[in-house]
């Protein structure tokens, strides 16, 4: 994966300078809005390593890391549709989780960050989870739906591809995914100080790059990991297809920055409001 372009990390670096001048409460929070593979890790990791060489405490947390364990997918692929076995989509995460460890983060002592291990597909044992230290200022919040908006019910009739006309042909999977995007998330989504969107030309390069990604995750995971094969990933894919739609076509008017990628994760334009 491409390196990050250094007008992106100034660009957010402003943002977050922008939240600091304009919020009592620390740590201040960017959420990083990007479909998958868009590089959200690894523009967060960068503008955290330059809030630390500016002297600013800072932390990186991911939505992909709140994800509810194997079993509690499970539970939910039993108990209410059986795509919910697959992580990803709102109402996979722990959403309470989250919003204590931001509580937590205000308050401003020392706390733990949860870390998901998607070699495995769980998350990884708490005593295995990074301590942030006391006084957090920043914090960097990425994942592929942050800051997304639920759809309205018509939106909702027809599916947008296979795996919705196959496995969900009675709109009962989408219509809960919409409704806990409404719910849960939007608590969740409220304390963000400022919302970055990393804007990919179109869905139709996110299998690229997912696989891509993929490509990554077989390098560093064990013989014993499963890594998903080019059907797999199109089948993945495609759980988030409508929201990533959806967010790419409405984000860009509301978020606080707008970075526009070319196929290869170039930014073509910057934006900010």
């Known amino acids: 994966m491409s390196k990050v372009d250094a007008r992106e990390v100034e660009a957010v670096v402003r943002q977050v300078h922008g939240a600091l001048a304009a919020a009592r409460h620390r740590p201040v929070v960017t959420g990083i809005c990007g479909a ?12 955290q390593e330059r809030c630390s060489a500016e002297g600013l405490a800072g932390a990186v947390l991911s939505l992909d890391d709140l994800y509810l364990t194997h079993a509690e997918r499970q539970d939910l692929a039993r108990d209410v ?6 992580r990803g989509v709102p109402g996979t995460h722990d959403i309470a989780l989250g919003l204590e ?24 044992a708490e005593r295995d989870w990074p301590i942030v230290a006391p ?10 739906c942050m800051g997304a908006f639920p759809q309205r019910a018509r939106d909702l009739a027809d599916p947008i ?6 496995e969900d042909a009675d709109g009962r999977w989408r219509r ?20 970055v969107m990393l804007a990919a030309p179109g869905f ?31 089948r993945f894919i495609a759980h988030y297809e409508r929201i990533t739609r ?5 984000m860009p008017a509301r978020a606080d920055l707008v970075i526009h990628l070319d196929e290869a994760r170039q930014p073509l334009e910057i934006t900010a409001r």
């Open 161 to 166: 591809n296979a795996l919705e006309a196959d």
């Open 176 to 195: 809960w995914v919409n409704d806990m995007l409404g719910d849960s998330y939007q608590r969740l989504f409220a304390r963000l100080d400022r919302l």
């Open 204 to 234: 139709e390069v996110v299998h690229r790059w997912r696989s891509e990604q993929e490509g990554d995750l077989a390098a560093r995971a064990g013989p014993e990991a499963h890594v998903m094969d080019e059907g797999e990933i199109a």
């Open 36 to 47: 998958q593979g868009s590089g959200k890790s690894t523009l967060a990791q960068a503008v």
């Open 135 to 144: 006084g957090c200022q920043v914090l960097l919040f990425e994942g592929w």
């Open 101 to 124: 460890i931001l509580d937590q983060l205000e308050a401003g002592g020392p706390v733990a960050l949860p870390r998901f291990d998607k070699a495995r597909d769980d998350r990884v």
């Open 246 to 250: 959806v967010i790419l076509a409405e």
């Open 81 to 86: 549709h059986p795509l919910l076995a697959t």
